[in-house]
C-alpha cells in the first residue's frame, strides 16, 4: 500500500495546482454575474467574515453529527508517538478498544512505524501540530496552519493519511480565537477539545493511582473524550490504562475512536494569553489556502480511484470499476456483498431492521445501521463493535477491505509490491490462499 501512496505523492504537483484553480473558482460566487460584482461580491463576503471574527463570533459551517445510542467513550492519547505507543497499542488490542491518536509531526519523524500500525490496526488519526512549540504556534494563525500542514504531510509521506482530525495543544482555551477555529472548519478540519483530563500532564510523574481517581471524578456524559498522552514520561498513563478501560467496560460505555461524524467539543471562548492580530489582507490570504486544502482532499480522494480494484479468492476472480469503491484513512472501502459472496459467502438485507447479515463459514456478520454496530458470531462467541468503519451508501453497505477479511478468520501472510501493483496475499480458516490486486 505504501508504493501506492508514493505513486499518489508524485501526483500532488498536479493536485495542488488543480486545487488553486479551483479555489480561485470558488472565489467567484457566479460565474453569470459581470467581473466587477463578482469582485464586489467576494469582496464583501470576506469583509463580513473578517468583522464577524474581529468581534469574537465563532463561524461554522453546518455539519450533520450522530449521537451513538449507547454511552460512548473517545479515549485520545496525545504527543505521541514515543516508544511508549507500543504499549499503549498492545493494551488496546487486549482489551479489544480502539483509541484516538493525536501525533507531532517531529515524533511521526521518528517512529512512522507506530503510526502505521495504529492506521492498521483500526485506531484513529489526529494532527496535533508539529513541535508543540507553544509561542510559535500560537504567535499567529499562519504559524499554526503552517504546523498543521507541515505534519499533514508527514502522515501522508509515512502513512499515507490526511486526517481531518486536529487537536490544539494545551486545548483551544484562552490560545484559539474566532480567527482559528475558521480557518480549520474552512479547510476541512475538525478540532477537538475534551471533557475529561486525566490530569496525566497536569506535573510530571504523576502516579498512575492519582490518574484513575481523577478519571473516576467525571463527568460521565453520554459521549466522553477523554484526555490522556503517550509521548515519553508518561510510563504512568500506561500503568493506569487497564484499569481506566475496566472503570469505562463497567459503567456500560462502549469504546470508539473519533471520527467526522462524532460531535466535537470546543471550550469556552476565554481571554487568549497571546498578542498577535489579523489584517483584512492577511485573512483574505488565509481564507484561500483554507479553501485550497478543501480543494485538494476533494481531488485526492478522486485521484485513488484512477485503476480497477481486482479481487481474487481461488479461482474466482472479482473486477471493482473505480467508481464502486473508495479509499478512507489509508484503507479500501468495498461493498460487503461484492467482498463475501467472492470469498464464497452468503448476504442478504434485512430493510424493517436496517441490518446486512453477512455468512461465511462459521461466521456470522451483522452490520446493525439502526443502531450502528457490528455483531460478529464466532461460533457460540458474540462480540460487539460500537461505530465501526461502515457505510450504507445509495443502498449499498461499504466496509474496510483488509479488516473484514480478517474480522471473517482470514489472514494476510504476505505483500509484494511493484510498480505495476500491488499483491496482498492471504489465507481464510481453512488454508484457501487467495490474492487482493489492486
Partial sequence: MLNLFRMLRSRRI????????????????????????????????????????????????????????????????????????????DILRDENVKATFFVLGQQVESHPELVRRAVEEGHAIGNHTYNHQYNEIYSSAEAFWNQVEKTESR?????????????????????????????????????????????????????????????????FRHEVILLMHDGTGHEQTVKALREIISL???????????????????????KVKWGRAINEPLHQKLLAGAGAHRASIAMESAAVKQSPLLLSLGSKDVLLDPEQYRMAEGSYQVPLRVLIEGMGGHIEWKQEERTA??????????????????????????????????????????????????????????????????????????????????
Fill in 14 to 89: 498536479g493536485l495542488w495546482l488543480t486545487a488553486i484553480m479551483m479555489c480561485t473558482l470558488a472565489l467567484m460566487p457566479l460565474s453569470a454575474l459581470p467581473a466587477q460584482a463578482a469582485d464586489d461580491v467576494n469582496r464583501m463576503s470576506v469583509h463580513q467574515s473578517y468583522s464577524e471574527l474581529t468581534s469574537g463570533k465563532r463561524i461554522w459551517e453546518e455539519k450533520a453529527y450522530v449521537t451513538p445510542e449507547r454511552p460512548t467513550v473517545y479515549l485520545t492519547f496525545d504527543d505521541g508517538p514515543s516508544k511508549l505507543t507500543g504499549e499503549v497499542l
Fill in 155 to 219: 502522515l501522508e509521506e509515512y502513512a499515507g493519511i490526511k486526517p481531518r482530525l486536529v487537536r490544539a495543544p494545551g486545548g483551544t482555551f484562552g490560545n484559539f480565537d474566532a480567527f482559528y477555529f475558521y480557518y480549520m472548519d474552512q479547510a476541512g478540519y475538525e478540532v477537538h477539545d475534551w471533557n475529561i483530563d486525566s490530569g496525566d500532564s497536569s506535573r510530571q510523574g504523576v502516579p498512575a493511582s492519582e490518574i484513575v481517581q481523577t478519571v473516576k471524578k467525571g463527568p
Fill in 248 to 270: 469505562f467496560k463497567q459503567k456500560g460505555y462502549a469504546f470508539a475512536p473519533l471520527t467526522e461524524t462524532v460531535q466535537p467539543v470546543h471550550f469556552s471562548s476565554g
Fill in 357 to 438: 447479515v453477512a455468512r461465511y463459514g462459521m461466521y456470522r456478520a451483522e452490520y446493525d445501521f439502526s443502531r450502528h454496530e457490528l455483531r460478529l458470531m464466532d461460533g457460540g462467541k458474540e462480540t460487539s463493535y460500537h461505530l465501526p468503519q461502515m457505510e450504507l451508501r445509495e443502498g449499498t453497505v461499504y466496509v474496510p477491505l483488509q479488516d473484514t477479511v480478517e474480522l471473517l478468520g482470514c489472514r494476510v501472510t504476505e505483500e509484494e509490491e511493484s510498480k505495476e501493483m500491488k499483491h496482498v496475499r492471504a489465507v481464510d480458516s481453512a488454508g484457501l490462499a487467495f490474492m487482493l490486486d489492486y
